[in-house]
């Protein structure tokens, strides 16, 4: 219905039979958007055009399962294979970059960083900062405050690193870097992480700047 209820009448197959009983089932629209990350309006075309709906009442929680199943594996497609970026004119203006916060526990002091200190959220970040400090083919570097944001159609992506790196004497290179500091990178990602990762990858490509996930707190990776 408009107000986003499912209004549906059980009848039996004999003629004339009546269920009257009464089935509790979580709001469909509410907990499939948690799932999926879709708005309500999709998510309610999506039940529209389900045939067997009724089917939620026989098991409304594998019902449900099933088709946040199927929407994720549907939108995992078409991020993968359909999306498209386009580079605009658009830029980020210096001045959002004049300060950042900090936390007292959670901070290490870096002489290229574009801040004082570098804000780090794991060990494996903090030494992945050491190690841009003290090579020189850094030239410059920050970590990424949370309101640097790539659009994606499951939400904002934040990149952890922008890093400017020489080649040789002539060359510099604008880094992006996704760092994942653990083993088997592609088993301990969760699909949305995955996803989003995918998306950033056709993003930078778009305005012709190198994105990888580093693993490697050495650096040893981070042109590979």
């Known amino acids: 219905m408009e107000d986003g209820k499912i209004q549906t009448i059980y009848s039996s197959e004999k003629v004339g039979a009546r269920i009257d009983k009464k089935y509790k089932i979580s709001n469909l629209v509410a907990t499939l958007e948690q799932e999926s990350g879709l708005t309500k309006k999709t998510i309610l075309r999506v039940l529209k055009g389900i045939d067997c709906l009724d089917y939620v009442f026989d098991s409304p929680q594998d019902f449900i399962r099933s088709v946040a199943l199927i929407i994720k594996g549907t939108l995992k497609d078409e991020l993968l294979n359909g999306i498209k970026y386009y580079e605009v004119d658009d830029c980020w203006n210096m001045s959002l970059f004049s300060d950042i916060e900090t936390y007292e526990n959670k901070i290490i002091e870096s002489k290229k960083s574009i801040y004082e200190y570098t804000v780090f959220d794991s060990d494996g970040e903090r030494d992945f900062s050491k190690s841009l400090d003290i090579s020189d083919r850094v030239k410059v570097f920050a970590k990424m405050p949370s309101w640097f944001v790539v659009d994606t159609p499951i939400g904002t992506y934040n990149p952890d690193w922008a890093i400017v790196w020489q ?23 969760r699909d949305i992480e995955k996803n ?20 490697d707190k050495a650096l040893n990776d981070l042109l590979s």
């Not at 992006?176 to 990178?185: H, Q």
């Not at 990762?197 to 700047?209: G, R, S, T, V």
């Open 167 to 189: 080649v040789d004497t002539q060359e510099k290179l604008y880094l992006v870097r996704e760092t994942k500091f653990v083993n088997n990178l592609q088993d301990n990602l």
């Open 196 to 215: 989003k990762i995918a998306c950033a990858y056709k993003h930078f490509d778009a305005i012709d700047a190198d994105f990888k996930v580093s693993t």
